[in-house]
């Protein structure tokens, strides 16, 4: 399968979503929340100074976004942004990736926990994955009362989350663990039972953003590496997909929810695509459609 090109020009694309027959997507050096369909007809959907990153919906149909360098949720109504959660006692470095229950409005916000560019010019990718390695860092629980909580802790850079069909599973993808990682889901929201979901070491696939398939495998942009991998519980890959540069998100939508976006660039290293428009939204037909969330 090779993937066509639904849009190029993108700074830096995360947190691909796809809600009421569009992709929606972040552009961390646009600054903006943007909403895609498949024509390609893009639509600048609000500005977000503080770099957004993962996006998700109320149940009242509100967006929620994640602000990275001010490490706070957002509420977007359609028509003005407002303060929805501050995440900073618990955050020690930018927000990350989140995923938002619509039905409950329960959402996890995952965080880098270091600076993770200064850590890479001091040491180099080896010591991301070796010694010293980065420090771990927590997922936080905002309730649908706004209330703040830390929902699991001692996670190596946790990124991109997806939640079963009958919400008893959470995966995380932690990214430079090399793993994802799975937990029980309570009632209310809390998390248990930890357990490792798929050990990517061996493939050296460092899983970024990621999505779930009705097959129950795990999509994953393979961050280091320009491809998506699916992925099944125990690690075993099922499917690569090659792309044009480093895959760094993914979401499955579409009217039949089997078109696979990816969000490609060169790298993620702001000094080399903060000020340029080399990024990109890939796109390809699959065999399994969307399941669960988000």
């Known amino acids: 399968m090779t993937p066509r090109i639904l849009r190029s020009g993108l700074r830096f694309g995360e947190g691909p979503r796809w809600h009421d027959g569009r992709l929606w997507y972040s552009d961390f050096y646009d600054h903006a929340v943007h909403a895609i369909d498949l024509d390609g007809d893009d639509e600048r959907i609000v500005e977000v100074m503080s770099q957004p990153s993962g996006l998700g919906w109320l149940p009242n149909g509100d967006m929620l976004i994640s602000s990275m360098l001010d490490r706070t949720v957002l509420r977007w109504d359609g028509t003005d942004l407002h303060p929805y959660a501050d995440l900073s ?11 938002v229950v619509p039905d409950t ?5 995952g965080n ?8 890479l010019a001091e040491h180099g990718i080896e010591g991301l994955f070796g010694d010293p390695g980065p420090t771990a860092t927590v997922v936080c629980r905002i309730d649908a009362d706004g209330g703040v909580s830390v929902a699991a802790d001692d996670l190596i850079f946790p990124n991109g989350m997806v939640l079963t069909p009958d919400g008893s599973t959470l995966i995380v993808a932690e990214t430079l663990a090399l793993r994802l990682t799975a937990y029980d889901v309570a009632a209310d929201g809390s998390l248990s039972n930890r357990r490792v979901w798929a050990d990517l070491s061996e493939q050296f696939g460092a899983p970024d953003g990621i999505c779930l398939d009705a097959d129950g495998a795990v999509w994953i942009a393979a961050a280091t590496t320009p491809r998506a991998m699916r992925i099944a519980e125990g690690g075993a890959v099922l499917e690569v997909i090659e792309t044009s540069m480093n895959c760094y998100a993914l979401m499955l939508g579409g009217p039949e929810g089997r078109h696979l976006f990816m969000m490609t660039a060169p790298t993620s290293e702001s000094h080399a695509v903060a000020d340029v428009t080399t990024a990109a939204i890939e ?10 969330l988000p």
């Open 89 to 99: 006692m618990h955050f020690s470095w930018h927000g990350n990736d989140m995923l």
């Open 112 to 119: 880098f926990g270091f600076d993770y560019e200064v850590f």
């Open 105 to 109: 409005g329960v959402a996890y916000v």
């Open 283 to 292: 796109v390809v037909e699959v065999a399994v459609p969307h399941a669960g």
